[in-house]
């Protein structure tokens, strides 16, 4: 598969599986990209631009065109928010200078919101910078969970990781359905 090398954790850690794959990785970035998430050509090229600015790592803006006609609305909130805020979320396709990540620790090794308490450090540790074209997501399992609901779940679980609830209580949570 185009010189992938598939990386397994024996429990569930997303923190500590990214990490592995930076650890074998070479290059001068890394790119932890979702397997369900669009990358063509056009993505490539916009993260060749990354080696002639002073960016430490950043995110490709998404998309939000397939869940429902309704949130389209949130593409242009989520451009805000990462602008402003910096928080970035793993199916944007996370891209870090592979040096600064190595020094900044790498992910926390979190069972769940290691993207966004990943992306608070970022943002403190550097520049960051969010590309288009935006990336987009397969929704299909957003579709059948409804979309609405997932998007207020999301919210909800961001909510309580910021007010101190554990990743592990909210991944058990997340992967059992009965937190929205």
Known sequence: MLGAI???NSKPNRGLQLNQ??????????????????????????LGSLDSGDAVGGAFYRR????????????????????????????QSIFVRRGDFLRMG???????MEDVEFS???RRWGKIKLLDPPVR??????????????TLRNCLFLILFRC??????????????SAV
Do not use: N
């Open 120 to 122: 608070a450090r970022l």
């Open 6 to 8: 598939f990386v397994e």
């Open 164 to 177: 101190g609830v554990s990743p592990k209580r909210l991944h058990a949570w997340y992967y059992s359905g």
């Open 137 to 150: 997501s397969c929704a299909q399992m957003q579709i059948a969970q409804g979309p609405w609901k997932v």
């Open 64 to 91: 939000f065109d397939e869940r429902h006609p309704r949130l389209r609305f949130l593409e242009k909130f989520e451009r805000w928010h990462c602008r402003v805020f910096g928080t970035i979320y793993g199916d």
């Open 21 to 46: 794959g930076a650890q074998i990785a070479t290059a001068d970035w890394l790119l932890f990209h979702h397997v369900d998430t669009e990358l063509t050509s056009s993505h490539v090229a916009a």
């Open 106 to 112: 790498g992910f926390a090794p979190l069972a769940l």
